[in-house]
């Protein structure tokens, strides 16, 4: 325990008063609360879900595994932790993660800190106390210090305003809201809505119990082969040996916080043998980092389509029927400009004979009849459907919050053009709030576990740093948020990315504004601007003493 007092002093009597509150219970949300208890601090987590895991706790559908290798999609916060937790596979199945999930929430005793089955519905801050009221889902109403929001990137599962699609007979499935029992699809007519990472993986599993599966796609998606294997106890060991090293390049030098040879040279700069060898090469090894078989894939649109190209061959090796094929390929954007997916099987899927591929870009649906998708040709039968159409990616979840600030404005208010942070940590107007991982910083451009630790860590040590010296409250201020934003969109804008109608521009909502979300510069070296921020005293944010502590100093 720390032998500073816990700081929870201006509080309104009456309420339950706290040092920090929580918002999820995922992998942020819980190394959060082990990093402050750590410091002595009273934490309360509030948790949504039934239980810990976030994400994976959610995303139950068949298939569901993380693209990053377990290895490295792992705390190494614990070296005890990392030792003796036996991955079984190079990518782990989500149960196997959340069973992780779940270790590390008894290991370190986290479970009394939090409340699970709990919504926060609104966190409204008080300017004559510097604290902030959290209301939940049960009624109750809490004081705490700061706010924390570790709501994930991709945790508001958005299901499609299609025409009729209450009136289905069948049942609804959405990838990211699944449930707990297992379904059976055997001798069902399935449709799958959507061809994003989630379907890329269900499809396969799917497919191989559905009576006929329908894969209505809107736009195709590149894919690389997962390549998933068991691991063997000496590649375990390997990287338990190698894990400082591992776990330093990640953070430190890699772009995406994964460990992986860098490379040296544009596509562009191989002739064209070359470069198939290394793209071969590449897609043997499988797995996202096919795209750094060179430097400049995402900058460089030659260079980019050097590799799309290569990728479009390939599906039309594996897909028998060329029409299918053609429509699995991608054109509309570049390799990489969306989150590529990573599969097993899933070109290879379409080869089934009870698997049909229907492209809705040309053949759009109409409505859902009771028993049927209804394209403008025709009506697919279906007995069940799932919609694998992802998420009010990054400020969904934070949306959903009533957020109020300084002068009881809204955090939606305050975003209604896009969301304008510092850093991707705090957000002007709205001191003492946190978001982990939040818009601006690299989070879903990386290894979300090494930006998870990277934040909570410098969230924990700004708190410490607050707390030696009586200060009271932290907020970004305007002019370093203004400028950090404009940076975030310039980084962004000198690659492809932006050339892409994706979920990280918020495309892939109606209406929201097109913003690019998250931070391109780099794990690397958006850690270190964070390093340098906090050692030139938190340059950009505004601290202050509570008016009422300075009097109490002066007086006595
Ligand atoms: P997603 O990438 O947003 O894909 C949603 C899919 O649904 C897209 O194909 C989209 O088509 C389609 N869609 C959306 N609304 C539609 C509509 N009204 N009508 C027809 N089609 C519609 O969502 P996701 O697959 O759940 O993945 C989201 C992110 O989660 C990923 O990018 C990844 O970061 C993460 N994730 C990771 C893993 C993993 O680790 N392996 C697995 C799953 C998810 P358009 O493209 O035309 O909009």
Known sequence: MSALPSMSGHHAAGAEAYDVVVVGAGFAGMYMLHRLRGQGLKVRVYEQGGDVGGTWYWNRYPGARCDVESMQYSYSFSDELQQEWNW???????????????HVADRFNLRPDIQLSIRVDRAVFAESTNTWS??????????????VLATGCLSNARV???KGLPDFKGQVYHTGHWPHEPVDFTGLRVGV??????????????????????????????SIPARNAELTSEEREAFRKNYPEIRRFAREESRNGIYAELPDRGALDDGDNARRAKYEQRWTKGGLTFMLAYNNLILDKAANDSAAGFVREKIAEIVRDPETAKRLQPEDHPIGSKRICVDTEYYATFNRPNVTLVD??????????????RTRSKDH???????????????????????RGREGRTLNQKWVEGPKTYLGLMSEGFPNLFIITGPGSPSVLSNMIVSIEQHVDWITEAIAFMRERGLETMEASREAEDRWVAHVNEVAHATLYPQANSW????????????????????GVYRRTCTEVAANGYEGFVMSAAERAQKMAVSS
């Open 88 to 102: 079984s596979e190079r990518y782990a199945p989500q149960s196997e993660i959340l069973r992780y999930v779940n």
């Open 134 to 147: 959290v209301t939940t889902s049960d009624g109750k109403t809490v004081t705490t210090n700061f706010v």
């Open 160 to 162: 499609p305003d299609i």
């Open 193 to 222: 809505i959507g061809t994003g990472s989630s379907a890329i993986q269900s499809v396969p599993v799917i497919a191989e119990q559905a009576r006929h599966l329908t894969v209505f796609q809107r736009t195709a998606n590149f």
């Open 360 to 373: 809705i870009k040309s053949d759009s649906v109409e409505e859902i009849l009771p028993n049927a998708v």
């Open 381 to 403: 039968e279906i007995d069940a459907l799932v919609l694998a159409t992802g998420f009010d990616a990054m400020t969904g979840s934070v949306a959903r919050i009533e957020l």
């Open 504 to 523: 990280y521009m918020g495309a892939n909502i109606p209406g929201k504004p097109r913003i690019f979300m998250p931070y391109i510069g780099g794990v």
